[in-house]
């Protein structure tokens, strides 16, 4: 497959020039409002001094930054903002191709695509382990393909696109195997707030020099366009201590710093926002999952129930996961997915739904027609 090209915009577009209407389930934007906070800051901000509209600390905003580390239990000077997971991603993965000897990424298949994109920039050697039947990728098939040769391990949990989520035992697990073959382990966890099955651990309640926890506030707070993200690296004093200064040169060169007033409305939304505004949103997304999976059993396909996250993998009988067949959704149904081939191999005859959209029953019905 070809991960140098970004694969979901070859059908967003495709569905843009569609001659009927189309709902949208190709891509993650919340379709919800952020917190009350998020529009708060920004209001009182749009009258600060003339100095808050420049370049915000290149590590990003203390205040932010100090509330990060406290809600992760860590020390603040471990602590990177980025603009978005995307960039938190990429850092951990580049700085551990740096630090750790090997040359070799390790990934799960089916892999999100920009993780495998990422791996091809670096120029690394990528080897995909399957996940089980379940979509959930067992330690043990991580280890057997572990070697020498293995520099970073990416781990996302809840995952996309299968909505597995890893507890504690299959988490400390994946550290586990990181250490013992001397190797990063990668831990995205932007969807955290997401979690229907209660399991949901991070790496870093490891404590390991050998672990990256990545993380946005993009999807739980409903900001995609604002860009804030963060990466949570071992311990400047510890074996691994050079990563988290790497990081901070790598993403000033690139970047000088992020956007000062999306820190600062993020901050004031930390500090405000009640946990049933998550909660809320989670029991929005259970709704919309039992709604999609319902028309899932009348189209006769086969799925496994989202632990977390917000999307749903699907296979149809006689209908792979295939570019060719998602554009025939989109024309002849009315609904755009993602192939499941642009995810890898071992669930390249499914399709990924995403579930950030106000019409999910119009779409199942579309689904169910389309497959009666």
């Known amino acids: 497959m070809d991960y140098e090209t970004p694969q979901f915009f070859r059908v967003m577009q495709y569905a843009a020039r ?7 389930m190709v891509s993650g934007n919340p379709d919800w409002d952020p917190p009350e906070g998020v529009r708060d800051g920004l209001r009182d901000y749009a009258e ?3 100095d808050a509209f420049q370049y915000a600390p290149s590590r990003g905003l203390k205040g932010l930054r100090e509330e990060i580390a406290a809600r992760r239990g860590v020390d603040v000077s471990r602590v990177v903002v980025t603009n978005g997971a995307g960039e938190a991603n990429h850092l951990a993965m580049t700085g551990g191709m740096d630090h750790f000897p090997g040359d070799e990424i390790l990934l799960t298949d089916p892999v999100y695509p920009y993780y495998a994109g990422r791996a091809s920039f670096l120029d690394a050697e990528t080897t995909l382990v399957s996940v089980d039947e379940d979509g959930h990728l067992d330690p043990d098939a991580v280890r057997a393909a572990a070697s020498e040769e293995t520099s ?6 809840p995952n996309n696109p299968t909505g597995a989520v890893y507890g504690a035992d299959a988490m400390a697990e994946f550290v586990a195997i990181a250490e013992e073959y001397d190797a990063l382990l990668v831990s995205d966890e932007v969807y955290d707030h997401f979690d229907y099955a209660g399991r949901f651990t991070s790496a870093l309640e490891q404590d390991s020099p050998n672990v990256v926890a990545t993380n946005s506030f993009s999807k739980s707070m409903a900001i995609t366009g604002f860009r804030v993200g963060y990466a949570v690296f071992p311990s400047p004093d510890g074996p691994a201590g050079d990563l988290v200064d790497r990081a901070g040169t790598r993403h000033m060169l690139t970047n000088v710093s992020g956007s000062r007033p999306a820190q600062y409305a993020v901050e004031r939304a930390l500090r ?6 998550y909660a809320k949103c989670r029991r929005r997304l259970e709704r919309r999952i039992d709604t999609f999976c319902g028309a899932l059993d009348a189209a006769g396909a086969e799925y496994n129930r989202p ?8 296979r149809f009988p006689e209908f792979a996961g295939s570019f060719a067949n998602v554009y025939e959704l989109i024309d002849d149904a009315g609904v755009a997915g993602m192939p499941g081939e642009a ?3 071992s669930r390249s005859d499914w399709i990924r739904f995403a579930l950030v959209t106000p ?10 027609a389309f497959f009666e």
């Open 48 to 50: 600060a001094d003339a």
């Open 359 to 368: 019409r999910i029953e119009e779409a199942a019905e579309r689904l169910a």
């Open 343 to 345: 995810f890898g191999e």
């Open 307 to 314: 632990e977390g996250g917000f999307y749903v993998m699907a």
């Open 272 to 277: 405000t926002t009640s946990p049933e505004y």
């Open 152 to 157: 970073v391990v990416v781990v996302n949990s």
């Open 18 to 24: 569609a001659d009927r209407d189309v709902v949208d």
